[in-house]
């Protein structure tokens, strides 16, 4: 198969679109990108994030030839730019050159200075009135051209946005100087326009550096892919770029350098660093057979790989498009910041009026109350409002990807910090999910002369073979290691046929050959009392003294699974089910490095732990008791997680408890999906693709450290959400009411402006120090 791009707005394969946005400079440009995007015919949905610059437009009716052209038209009418961003595009870099940014910084400052110095020393008169007219003019006009440009676009559009304020109060102060000038005043204003414009300039310039800032981890991940790699044809190795491999390539990777693509190992045998991709410090053993994520780095031997996935199919592609997708996504909090923004710029235009009226009436002149109206005006922080939110978000997740934790959306990043009860799968989350055979018993007395352990492991091997279950592989191990050395192990004795997985209880198949041929059956003791129709307090007494072994066998935390023969209709005894117990074996699972410490980090944030479970009970008290788990349900056919998990959510006397579930992604979807947060762990061997679709949070290697983890990161990103709202707020309800009562002049007014939003970034940015919870990176 070829692997071809596809185009991301092709109507009959997509239902969404991403665009890049350009021009927008405060929250209300938010609201109105939205607006102009959600009168497109067939538009579902948009949502614009103004960190990230990045509009998803969502359209259900794809039948319709719905064209995404439109949706660059309407955003360009609206009075902004926009192209269509691809879904394996990388992060286009829009840092303009330092002459574009800082060149009218400089020009700014180097006009006001000359204003501002003289009235440092006392000398406000220092300068005659023509002179300042001439510094600030162009200041006014050229510099500020951007504002009157991008106000006038909101006003036909009738909204209003942070520009109409700047160009509004600096216009004023500009055309207040003017007038007393030619009515011979000697008290002028050209100094505070050229001072607001300037600074307002210097804060967007900095503002655009620490949003850049936050994009780090995403451009990190995607500078790992290569753009030329080593393709081996007919003609030997030959260097190719990326985008021409196809599914099926064989390329070869040398020492140092990064792993392309997705592939399996065909020749040769390295160690492999993942740590940009699951946050593993640890190099990882590679041979052949063995998978390759592409962007990991290859770290001292010759591999030979064959592609099995390329372009958007990656997981490398998959974890960027999930951080980008979680990123540009609204935060519920965010919904409340937009519909105060709406708003903002009017009830700010309405205050500034009210105080140029308050301060004419109460008997301040014309020219006190109008600087005053303007210092209203160019203190109002718009911007600060619609950066607090996603920028906490896009550095919050941005940290998390590289610990190894994928958020999806940020309904799980605001849920997570919530979470009161935590429910853990057993096998592969707590456990290492590679459980090995410890012992295995057949019932006393002599039931055939044929029939003993070794038959026994025959039967079950064949029963197993060919599946992918983790008890099938201890059962085939250690059948393999039973053989004498002398003899080869590659064929088993006997066959099974129409072998079938019996979901939650085991597996059954039809042994055709040798002296044990019929029906036969592998599973847990719930099966096999079933089956048999025994009771667990009355056993017949051949079967008791292995019942009492496999009852010791679950109180020491193994596993227990029962191998059951179909007897013969002409052999089944009278009042006795047609089934017999046939043996007991006994299966161990190691407990991960790290979970007990994450069990104990999770009680230390006051978070309930729960283990549920399939295995009985006696195997997984076993493992709670070593673990320190509060609570323990066992016995739970997959299908029947969910339920456990809505009974979590609604056992505490009616309070509604936050429930956590943490499982492998595969056969806990419906759990994960009930959860009121999903955490998918991807552990090594498979897994990992249906993890990144199953749950909210991605765990991306087998640490335990990582659920704790993921709840701090949420806890740490919300307070700084809070954080950045109470910066933005407190500007906005502190500073306009202190300039209407003529405590900050139009100066003082721009740079608390320009410093609002600087902060409130730079407040986000302090997340990127976070380096998780010192995990036991036990993978």
């Given at each position: 198969?070829i692997?071809?791009?596809?185009?991301?707005?092709?109507?009959?394969?997509v239902?969404?679109?991403?665009?890049?946005?350009?021009?927008?400079?405060?929250?209300?440009?938010?609201?109105?990108?939205?607006?102009?995007?959600?009168?497109?015919?067939?538009?579902?949905?948009?949502?614009?994030?103004?960190?990230?610059?990045?509009?998803t437009?969502?359209?259900t009716?794809?039948?319709s030839?719905?064209?995404?052209?439109?949706?660059?038209?309407?955003?360009?009418?609206?009075?902004?730019?926009?192209?269509?961003?691809a879904?394996?595009?990388?992060?286009?870099?829009?840092?303009?050159?330092?002459?574009q940014?800082?060149g009218?910084?400089l020009?700014?400052?180097?006009?006001?200075?000359p204003?501002?110095?003289?009235?440092?020393?006392?000398?406000?008169?220092?300068?005659?009135?023509?002179?300042?007219?001439?510094?600030?003019?162009?200041?006014?006009?050229?510099?500020?051209?951007?504002?009157?440009?991008?106000?006038?676009?909101?006003?036909?559009?009738r909204?209003?946005?942070?520009?109409?304020?700047?160009?509004?109060?600096?216009?004023?102060?500009?055309?207040?100087?003017?007038?007393?000038?030619?009515?011979?005043?000697h008290?002028?204003?050209f100094?505070?326009?050229a001072?607001?414009?300037?600074?307002?300039l210097?804060?967007?310039?900095?503002?655009a550096?620490?949003?850049?800032?936050?994009?780090v981890?995403?451009?990190a991940?995607?500078?790992?892919?290569?753009?030329?790699?080593?393709?081996?044809?007919?003609?030997?190795?030959?260097?190719?770029p990326?985008?021409?491999?196809?599914?099926?390539?064989?390329?070869?990777v040398?020492?140092?350098?990064?792993?392309?693509?997705d592939?399996?190992?065909?020749?040769?045998?390295?160690?492999v660093?993942?740590?940009?991709?699951?946050?593993?410090?640890?190099?990882?053993s590679?041979t052949?057979?063995?998978?390759l994520?592409g962007?990991?780095?290859?770290?001292?031997?010759r591999?030979?790989?064959?592609?099995?996935?390329?372009g958007?199919?990656t997981m490398?592609?998959?974890?960027?498009?999930?951080v980008?997708?979680?990123?540009?996504?609204?935060?519920?909090?965010?919904?409340?910041?937009?519909?105060?923004s709406?708003?903002?710029?009017?009830?700010v235009?309405?205050?500034?009026l009210?105080t140029?009226?308050g301060?004419?009436?109460?008997?301040?002149?014309?020219?006190?109350?109008?600087?005053?109206?303007?210092?209203?005006?160019?203190?109002?922080?718009?911007?600060?409002?619609?950066?607090?939110?996603?920028?906490?978000?896009?550095?919050g997740?941005?940290?998390?990807?590289?610990?190894g934790?994928?958020?999806?959306?940020?309904?799980?990043?605001e849920?997570?910090h919530r979470?009161?009860?935590?429910a853990?799968?057993?096998?592969?989350?707590?456990?290492?999910?590679?459980?090995?055979?410890?012992?295995w018993?057949?019932?006393?007395?002599?039931?055939?002369?044929?029939w003993?352990?070794?038959?026994?492991?025959?039967?079950?091997?064949?029963?197993q073979?060919?599946?992918?279950?983790?008890l099938?592989k201890?059962?085939?191990?250690?059948?393999?290691?039973?053989?004498?050395?002398?003899?080869?192990?590659?064929?088993?004795p006997?066959?099974?046929?129409?072998?079938?997985?019996?979901?939650?209880l085991g597996?059954?198949?039809?042994?055709?050959?040798g002296?044990?041929?019929?029906?036969?059956?592998l599973?847990s003791?719930?099966?096999?009392?079933?089956?048999?129709?025994?009771?667990?307090?009355?056993q017949?007494?051949?079967?008791a003294?292995?019942?009492?072994?496999?009852?010791?066998?679950?109180?020491?935390?193994?596993?227990?699974?029962?191998?059951?023969?179909?007897?013969?209709?002409?052999?089944?005894?009278?009042?006795?089910s047609?089934?017999?117990?046939?043996a007991?074996?006994a299966?161990?699972d190691?407990?991960?490095p790290?979970?007990?410490?994450?069990?104990?980090?999770?009680h230390?944030?006051?978070?309930?732990?729960v283990?549920?479970?399939g295995?009985?009970?006696g195997?997984?008290?076993?493992?709670?008791r070593?673990?320190?788990?509060?609570?323990?349900?066992a016995?739970?056919?997959p299908g029947?997680?969910?339920?456990?998990?809505?009974?979590?959510?609604?056992?505490d006397?009616?309070?509604?408890?936050i429930v956590?579930?943490?499982?492998?992604?595969?056969?806990?979807?419906?759990?994960?999906?009930?959860?009121d947060?999903?955490?998918a762990?991807?552990?090594?061997?498979?897994?990992?693709?249906?993890?990144l679709?199953?749950?909210?949070?991605?765990?991306m290697r087998?640490?335990?450290?990582?659920?704790?983890?993921?709840?701090?990161?949420?806890?740490?990103?919300?307070?700084?959400?809070?954080?950045?709202?109470g910066?933005?707020f407190?500007y906005?309800?502190?500073?306009?009411p202190l300039?209407?009562?003529?405590?900050l002049n139009?100066?003082l007014?721009?740079?608390?402006?320009?410093?609002?939003?600087?902060?409130?970034?730079?407040?986000?940015?302090?997340?990127s120090?976070?380096?998780?919870?010192?995990?036991?990176?036990?993978?």
């Amino acid at each position: 198969m070829i692997d071809r791009p596809v185009s991301p707005v092709s109507p009959d394969s997509v239902a969404s679109v991403q665009l890049a946005v350009r021009g927008m400079t405060c929250a209300a440009c938010v609201a109105r990108v939205e607006r102009a995007l959600r009168k497109v015919p067939g538009v579902d949905s948009a949502q614009v994030n103004f960190a990230t610059e990045l509009a998803t437009v969502v359209w259900t009716d794809t039948s319709s030839g719905f064209d995404a052209a439109s949706l660059v038209a309407a955003i360009d009418s609206a009075g902004y730019h926009a192209e269509i961003q691809a879904a394996d595009a990388p992060l286009q870099d829009d840092a303009q050159p330092g002459y574009q940014v800082w060149g009218p910084v400089l020009l700014g400052v180097a006009a006001s200075l000359p204003m501002v110095l003289p009235m440092l020393w006392g000398a406000h008169h220092f300068w005659p009135a023509w002179v300042q007219f001439v510094l600030a003019t162009p200041v006014q006009f050229v510099l500020g051209a951007r504002f009157y440009k991008a106000g006038w676009a909101a006003l036909k559009d009738r909204s209003g946005n942070m520009d109409q304020l700047v160009a509004l109060g600096t216009s004023a102060a500009w055309g207040l100087s003017c007038w007393l000038w030619w009515s011979n005043a000697h008290d002028l204003y050209f100094e505070s326009s050229a001072v607001v414009i300037t600074l307002v300039l210097l804060g967007k310039a900095l503002e655009a550096r620490a949003k850049r800032q936050t994009t780090v981890a995403i451009r990190a991940l995607q500078s790992l892919r290569p753009e030329t790699v080593r393709r081996l044809g007919p003609q030997g190795e030959v260097t190719v770029p990326l985008s021409q491999v196809l599914m099926g390539d064989t390329l070869i990777v040398l020492p140092g350098e990064s792993v392309p693509t997705d592939g399996q190992v065909l020749e040769g045998s390295s160690h492999v660093d993942e740590a940009m991709l699951t946050g593993e410090p640890l190099p990882v053993s590679k041979t052949v057979g063995d998978h390759l994520t592409g962007g990991s780095v290859n770290a001292e031997g010759r591999l030979m790989l064959l592609v099995t996935a390329t372009g958007a199919q990656t997981m490398l592609a998959q974890i960027i498009r999930r951080v980008v997708e979680a990123q540009s996504a609204k935060a519920p909090i965010q919904r409340v910041v937009d519909r105060v923004s709406a708003v903002f710029v009017p009830v700010v235009l309405l205050v500034a009026l009210v105080t140029a009226l308050g301060w004419w009436l109460y008997g301040a002149g014309g020219d006190v109350a109008l600087i005053r109206a303007v210092a209203v005006l160019v203190i109002a922080c718009p911007c600060a409002l619609g950066l607090a939110t996603p920028a906490a978000i896009m550095a919050g997740t941005g940290a998390a990807a590289r610990q190894g934790i994928l958020i999806k959306d940020p309904q799980a990043l605001e849920t997570a910090h919530r979470v009161t009860v935590l429910a853990f799968d057993k096998t592969g989350t707590l456990t290492k999910g590679q459980p090995r055979l410890l012992e295995w018993q057949v019932p006393g007395g002599v039931l055939d002369a044929y029939w003993g352990q070794d038959a026994a492991l025959n039967v079950a091997a064949a029963l197993q073979r060919g599946s992918e279950h983790p008890l099938a592989k201890a059962v085939l191990d250690a059948w393999a290691a039973s053989q004498p050395a002398s003899q080869p192990t590659g064929e088993l004795p006997l066959a099974a046929q129409a072998i079938a997985a019996v979901p939650g209880l085991g597996i059954q198949g039809h042994v055709s050959q040798g002296p044990w041929q019929g029906d036969w059956c592998l599973g847990s003791t719930r099966w096999m009392l079933a089956q048999t129709g025994i009771s667990d307090r009355d056993q017949p007494p051949d079967l008791a003294g292995l019942w009492q072994q496999a009852q010791q066998w679950s109180a020491n935390g193994a596993t227990v699974s029962w191998l059951m023969r179909k007897l013969a209709n002409d052999a089944i005894p009278a009042h006795q089910s047609a089934w017999q117990a046939m043996a007991a074996m006994a299966f161990g699972d190691e407990v991960k490095p790290g979970a007990a410490q994450a069990v104990a980090k999770l009680h230390a944030m006051g978070v309930h732990t729960v283990m549920i479970s399939g295995d009985n009970l006696g195997a997984a008290q076993a493992i709670a008791r070593q673990l320190g788990i509060d609570q323990v349900i066992a016995e739970v056919m997959p299908g029947d997680k969910a339920d456990h998990i809505q009974r979590l959510q609604h056992n505490d006397g009616g309070r509604r408890q936050i429930v956590a579930m943490v499982g492998d992604g595969i056969n806990d979807a419906p759990a994960l999906a009930a959860a009121d947060v999903g955490m998918a762990m991807a552990n090594p061997g498979g897994g990992t693709d249906v993890a990144l679709q199953a749950a909210g949070i991605t765990l991306m290697r087998g640490d335990p450290m990582l659920v704790p983890a993921a709840l701090e990161i949420s806890r740490r990103t919300s307070a700084k959400i809070w954080q950045n709202l109470g910066w933005a707020f407190g500007y906005n309800v502190i500073g306009i009411p202190l300039a209407a009562l003529g405590g900050l002049n139009p100066m003082l007014a721009g740079g608390a402006m320009a410093l609002s939003s600087v902060s409130v970034v730079s407040n986000a940015l302090l997340l990127s120090r976070w380096r998780g919870l010192g995990a036991g990176q036990s993978s």
